[in-house]
């Protein structure tokens, strides 16, 4: 998110006061906390997710042709398999 440490930490304050998270301190290191969403959290994130999900299909996909959808759906792959660590998905040679 590219955000300071104080940005985040008044963030997930303001997300604490409205019952949205816990924070706990973090036993192996004090300069760090364990943040859980709580039922109300969770009940938000569900609550938003309706919208969210018809706002990026009006923005994005329904704005793809199926080919497009495709190859986003490649790409997005290979990324989540990056991020987990695991092997990246076969490059193609343009010129092959």
């Known amino acids: 998110m590219l955000w300071s440490?104080?940005?985040l930490s008044h963030h997930l304050t303001r997300m604490q006061q409205r019952?949205?998270?816990t924070r706990e301190e973090y036993a192996d290191d004090a300069?760090?906390?364990i943040i859980a969403l709580t039922p109300a959290g969770r009940q938000a994130i569900e609550s938003a997710a309706p919208g969210h999900v018809a706002?990026?299909?009006r923005h994005l996909i329904?704005?793809?042709?199926?080919a497009e959808v495709e190859a986003?759906?490649?790409l997005t792959h290979r990324v989540v398999d990056h991020l987990?660590?695991?092997a990246p998905h076969p490059r193609h040679d343009?010129?092959?």
């Open 55 to 57: 706002a990026v299909r």
């Open 62 to 66: 329904d704005l793809l042709t199926p």
């Open 72 to 74: 986003l759906g490649a």
């Open 5 to 7: 440490r104080s940005r």
């Open 84 to 86: 987990g660590g695991r």
């Open 31 to 33: 300069r760090g906390s």
């Open 19 to 21: 019952g949205l998270v």
């Open 94 to 96: 343009p010129a092959a």
